[in-house]
């Protein structure tokens, strides 16, 4: 929703976003998405940011499982986590489609496919299959998913309205797609200059074709909005 010229790593982190210097976060919190890369450091980037990104504390704020109940996976549904970064995500997402179902984990890099492969041996997800995909484009064939989350991504995607047409043009009949990111008042994230407003996210997404509204929720550092091509039940 994504999603480096300078060596790209975590579409959730990177997508559309110009260098800053690195800021403390507190512990659990993703480190400031705009910052410069471990790659400018001389560092392979994925992992100076990958233990902040899986830091155990994250799930007090991030909260994976209310996220994924809204939504609303059911077994054999395909779902694309866009920008899937360290695969924060993929466990919650791999368990709700079943079996039968399947998990598309989009980033941008081969180190972070790399990642994502070895999360995937080792915790037995087999119906996860991370794609390497361009910052502009999900690379998602048409009406092959039934859901998209898009986990504090959305605000780096340059031409989001863009984006959120060929994610509406992936999309099956009765699909959804999840925006979750961080609220303007939230203690940790990007900088409030980068951040975006519920309403604006949900403008956007009107405007490339999708009913859309804010969610119910009780995160504490974000909202959640959501996208459907027909109307909400």
């Not at 999603?3 to 997508?15: D, G, H, K, T």
């Not at 489609?97 to 180190?111: F, I, N, Y």
Request: charged content about 25%; overall charge positive.
């Amino acid at each position: 929703m994504a999603s480096r010229a300078i060596p790209v790593l975590l579409l959730s982190l990177l997508i559309g976003c110009r260098a800053e210097p690195a800021k403390p976060v507190p512990t659990g919190a993703p480190p400031g998405p705009e910052r410069t890369s471990g790659a400018e450091r001389g560092l392979p980037a994925m992992h100076v940011y990958a233990h902040r990104l899986d830091d155990p504390t994250r799930g007090q704020w991030q909260r994976p499982d209310e996220v994924i109940d809204l939504l609303d996976c059911r077994p054999g549904m395909t779902v694309a986590d866009v920008g899937a970064g360290t695969g924060y995500f993929l466990g919650h997402l791999s368990r709700a489609v079943g079996r039968t179902g399947r998990v598309l984990a989009l980033d941008l890099e081969q180190p972070t496919i790399d990642l994502l492969y070895r999360r995937i041996e080792e915790k037995g997800l087999r119906n996860v299959k991370p794609l390497i995909v361009p910052p502009d484009d999900p690379s998602l064939s048409p009406r092959s998913i039934d859901r998209a989350l898009l986990v504090n991504t959305w605000h780096h995607i340059s031409d989001r309205v863009a984006y959120a047409e060929k994610l509406r043009q992936a999309l099956r009949r009765n699909g959804l797609l999840l925006i979750v990111d961080f609220t303007m008042e939230s203690p940790i994230g990007p900088p409030v200059a980068k951040r975006l407003t519920r309403d604006t996210v949900v403008q956007e997404l009107r405007d490339a074709g999708f009913v859309a509204l804010v969610l119910e929720e009780s995160l504490p550092h974000q909202y959640v909005v959501a996208g459907r091509l027909g109307r909400f039940r």
